[in-house]
């Protein structure tokens, strides 16, 4: 099981929660079990079925690749979504 660190922006959908321990195979199962915790939270994360542009995924520290598809290790520890950071003139 893992810990879903929640991102400031979405904390009015947990009622303050900032940490979660979820369990799920893959991205979209973590995102569903989320989803059903918390609703509307998963009209946040996601657009047309995949990961919204301006958010990415980490999982261990590593930024995932495949969005929602991204396999959850059943080791893994942390599950962080993070805001995408615009930069440049």
């Known amino acids: 099981m893992a810990i879903v660190f929640i991102p400031t922006m979405f904390l009015d959908l947990t009622n303050g929660e900032s940490q979660i321990e979820i369990t799920g195979s893959r991205v979209s199962d973590i995102v569903d079990a989320l989803d059903s915790k918390f609703p509307g939270i998963r009209a946040r994360i996601t657009q047309d079925r995949k990961l919204k542009d301006d958010l ?17 290790p059943e080791t893994a520890q942390e599950i962080h979504f993070i805001a995408a950071i615009a930069g440049g003139i």
């Open 56 to 72: 990415a995924v980490a999982i261990d520290g590593e930024t995932c690749r495949l969005g929602l598809m991204e396999p959850v």
